[in-house]
Structure formats: structure tokens, C-alpha cells
């Protein structure tokens, strides 16, 4: 079985691969990835040299290179977690967003009509369905929740789904999409909240939480989305979206306490910071799909979870060090600076 996994120089991507190698070590991997800021080569230093494993630099959204890459490997199973990932950066540009996350995904479908596909799964997020209120604790996202987006990114991201959804009706396509919840885990980039407050707390820089901090996200330990795609794609059934999250709900400014209350650093630092426009209140998905067609169930607990992060960025300075030094420190500038 050959697979394609787009945006594997990512964060949930390596993640997938790392999961991948060792669950399924008869599995060929090819990695396309264009490299964006947010991909690193160096994250998958651990499979480089595996002889079922490779490496392809390449820009989704151009259609002759996917081709031809398409044309000599002939995937079996392509898994795109390709994207333009962060919301704040969609809401400064959101042309690139479009660019991968819905172009990106055509020309994907359009090789995979072409050369033919054993599956397409679509790596999509819970903000396709916007958010719910706070006073409301008894609503959650299913997959019938409808689409009804605040940002640029999760704009990008529906419009994806929307699309994997036509090749599937019109031509046929053998697609999977599953929705999940914010992941947190090792190799996240630093602009994310759960590592920008690890290294802004080690390095005693205020930590800027948006508004008043009450925002909540149902957050995922990234292994157990990875399982939950490999279990999907395990399955038979096609043109299924599936939600993907562990009731795990958790208000961001409980989350940056928490994190200085493990790292020893004073709350003190904590900096409330001009709200992000359309700031998504609330995030909770309703797993009983998965959980009673495929018996998927999260097996990190989030107090678990969240020291083995901390634990992870504790011990790869090296990995985030280099990032926080580089042109990053422009765009923190520009996004932080004057908030
Ligand atoms: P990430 O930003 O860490 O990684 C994205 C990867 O895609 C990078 O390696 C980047 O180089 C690559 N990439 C970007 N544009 C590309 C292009 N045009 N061609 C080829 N490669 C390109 O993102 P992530 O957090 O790992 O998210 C992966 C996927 O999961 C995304 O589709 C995202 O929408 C989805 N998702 C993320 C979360 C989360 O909490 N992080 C939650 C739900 C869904
Ligand atoms: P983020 O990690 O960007 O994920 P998403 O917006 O996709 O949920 O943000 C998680 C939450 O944390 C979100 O409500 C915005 C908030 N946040 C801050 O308060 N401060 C920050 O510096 C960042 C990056 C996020």
C-alpha cells in the first residue's frame, strides 16, 4: 500500500507519519510538502531514511508537479493535511488560504480522478461549523451540525470539503473527510496558543491571551487524531464525514494558568490582548459517530496530555529555539507589537 501524505512536514502530519511508520511499518510513505514556515524538514529526521519513506518537496496547488508525481508514484491512499493552518495569519492574508486550502485541494482531487485512488481523506477541522454560545453547554457539533464559518481559514477549510463532497457525488470519487478538534502535542508550531505559551512562559515573555480568555476549544492529544484517521481509512464505507474531538472542553485562560503553573513562572504574566476579530467562542464535537461506528475513544487524558507537551518543548529547546529566533520574530512583531 502506497501513501501520499501532504503536509507532512507539519505538525499533525509528522505526527501521522511517525504514527503511521510504526503502526503500519509495510506501508511505502511519500511526503509531499511544500515548506512552508510552518513545515520542517528536520521534524522528520526520523524517518529519512527509512527505505519505505520519502520525501517530495512540492506545492499542492501546482497542478503539473502533483501530476507527474502522481503519474511515476500512483498512490494508493493520498491523507491531505496540506494547508494554510493558523487564523490569525487568514485574517491579515486570505488569499494563500484559498490558494492551498481549496486550490491545493482540487488539483489533489483532479490526479486522483485522473490516476485513480483507493481513498482521498480529507484532513478538515470542527471550525467548519462556526461556534456555539457559552450559555449553552448542552449543544455540540455532529456531522448534520451545518456549515457555518467565521474565518478566512475556516472558510478555506468548508469550501475544501464542499469540493471533496462534489467529486465524490459527481464522479465518484472514494473520499473520507473527518473534523477535528484543536490538537495540541509535540511539533506544533509556536504561533498556536498551547506552545506560543510554553515558550513566552520559559523565556518570561508576557503571555497575550485574546480578550478576556473565556473562548473555549475541546482540545485533542495530536496521537489520537492520527489513530482515529487510521482507523477511517481501515474502514470501507465512502463519502463519510466523520467528528473527531473528546469532550474535552477547556477555557484558554484556564489552559495559560495552567501551563505557568507547571513551568514554576508567575501569573503575572499574563497579558490580556485586543480580541481576535470573529474570535469563535466555542468548540465541542460530538464523537458518538466514530465512537459507535469505528469504537474510537481519545486514550490521553488532557492533564496527561498536556504534561507530556510541556515535558516535549522542555526537552527540544533546539526544535522551537531555532523557529522563535528566525523571520518568525517578524510576525510576532507584526501581530503582537501594537495589540
Ligand atoms: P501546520 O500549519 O502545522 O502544517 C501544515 C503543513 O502543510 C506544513 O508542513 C506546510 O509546509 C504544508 N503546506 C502548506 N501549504 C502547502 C502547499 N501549498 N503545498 C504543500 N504543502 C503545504 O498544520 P497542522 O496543525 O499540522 O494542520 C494539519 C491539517 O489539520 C490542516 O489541514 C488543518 O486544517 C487541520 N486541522 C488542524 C487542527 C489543529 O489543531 N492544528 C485541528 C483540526 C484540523
Ligand atoms: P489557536 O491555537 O490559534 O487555535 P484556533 O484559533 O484554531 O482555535 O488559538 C486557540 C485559542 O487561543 C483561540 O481562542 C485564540 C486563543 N489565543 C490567545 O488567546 N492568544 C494567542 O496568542 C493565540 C495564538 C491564541
Redesign the pocket.
Known sequence: MKFFVTGGAGFIGSNFIFYMEKKHPEYEIICLDKLTYAGNLATLAPVMEKQNFKFVRVDIADREAVSSIFEVEKPDVVVNFAAE????RSIEDPGVFLQTNVIGTQVLLDACRKYGIRRYHQVS?D?VYGDLPLDRPDLFFTEQTPLHTS?P?SASKASADLLCNAYHRTYGLPITISRCS?NYGPYQFP????P??IANALADKP?????Q?L?V?DWLYVEDHCAAIDLILEQEEIGQVYNIGGHNEMR?ID??KLICKALDKPEGLITY?TD?KG??MR?AIDPTFIHEKLGWLPETKFEDGIQKTIQWYLDHRDWWEEIVSGAYQTYYERM?GNR
Not at 191 to 194: D, F, G, S, T, Y
Not at 207 to 211: E, F, N, R, T
Open positions: 493552518s493558523h487564523v490569525d477541522t471550525e474565518s481559514y484543536n504561533e498556536k496558543l498551547i506560543l505559551m503571555l497575550p491571551v485574546y480578550g480568555g473562548n476549544r484558554n489552559i495559560v490582548v481576535r474570535h469563535d468548540y503582537y
